[in-house]
T-cell receptor
Framework: SAVISQKPSRDICQRGTSLTIQCQVD?????MFWYRQQPGQSLTLIAT?????????ESGFVIDKFPISRPNLTFSTLTVSNMSPEDSSIYLC?????????????FGPGTRLTVL | GENVEQHPSTLSVQEGDSAVIKCTYS??????FPWYKQELGKGPQLIID?????GEKKDQRIAVTLNKTAKHFSLHITETQPEDSAVYFCAAPNNAGGTSYGKLTFGQGTILTVHP
């Protein structure tokens, strides 16, 4: 299985500021994803992070609010911009098993964000 | 896109009893169905998955059944233990846009509590 780490593990931020979340994988992967999990809710896909090109965003999510970088095959960042209390959530990165020939999707431990 | 419904939202059982969680999906083309367990403060962890070419898969105390005709799949946990207490999510591929590799749509989650 893939080993995924995220930084920071949690943060408390002020309204109007931005936070960049890092996701590091222990091996090269083709597909990386970012999910949001609002308090007590399920997981919602924000975007697919594409290496060397712009991320592909799901309906309801835009690049200006959630800019994503994918500089190489083991690393990605998600920025939550101009934050409001409604952005308080757990943000999760994930990778899938495409490079290992499986459908399994592995998740990082998450970043718990509170916006005051 | 895929729509996944999960029931029940909460489930309380006595240690040693069985627990069953059911999900329905909308896209008949979906062919891969994972189940995740999320413990407090952690990211989701895959516990079992099934592909559409089989009707049942077992792994020790955990089993998943799939009914393609009815478009539903279920998680069965036998001989439950207190450490099984967690939130369980089902998922199905998100086929919107013609390519789904790695993109998942999640059910709403089930909070399972196993009482000693």
């Amino acid at each position: 299985s893939a080993v995924i780490s995220q930084k920071p593990s949690r943060d408390i931020c002020q309204r109007g500021t931005s936070l960049t979340i890092q996701c590091q994988v222990d091996s090269q992967v083709t597909m990386m994803f970012w999910y949001r999990q609002q308090p007590g809710q399920s997981l919602t896909l924000i975007a697919t992070a594409n290496q060397g090109s712009e991320a592909t965003y799901e309906s309801g999510f835009v690049i200006d609010k959630f800019p994503i970088s994918r500089p190489n095959l083991t690393f990605s960042t998600l920025t939550v911009s101009n934050m409001s209390p409604e952005d308080s959530s757990i943000y999760l990165c994930s990778v899938d098993g495409f490079d290992r020939g499986t459908d399994t999707q592995y998740f990082g431990p998450g970043t718990r964000l509170t916006v005051l | 896109g895929e729509n996944v419904e999960q029931h029940p939202s909460t489930l309380s059982v006595q240690e040693g009893d069985s627990a069953v969680i059911k999900c329905t999906y909308s896209d008949s083309a979906s062919n891969y169905f994972p189940w995740y367990k999320q413990e407090l403060g952690k990211g989701p962890q895959l516990i079992i998955d099934i592909r559409s070419n089989v009707g049942e898969k077992k792994d020790q105390r955990i089993a998943v059944t799939l009914n393609k005709t009815a478009k539903h799949f279920s998680l069965h946990i036998t001989e439950t233990q207190p450490e099984d207490s967690a939130v369980y999510f089902c998922a199905a591929p998100n086929n919107a846009g013609g390519t789904s590799y790695g993109k998942l749509t999640f059910g709403q989650g089930t909070i399972l509590t196993v009482h000693p």
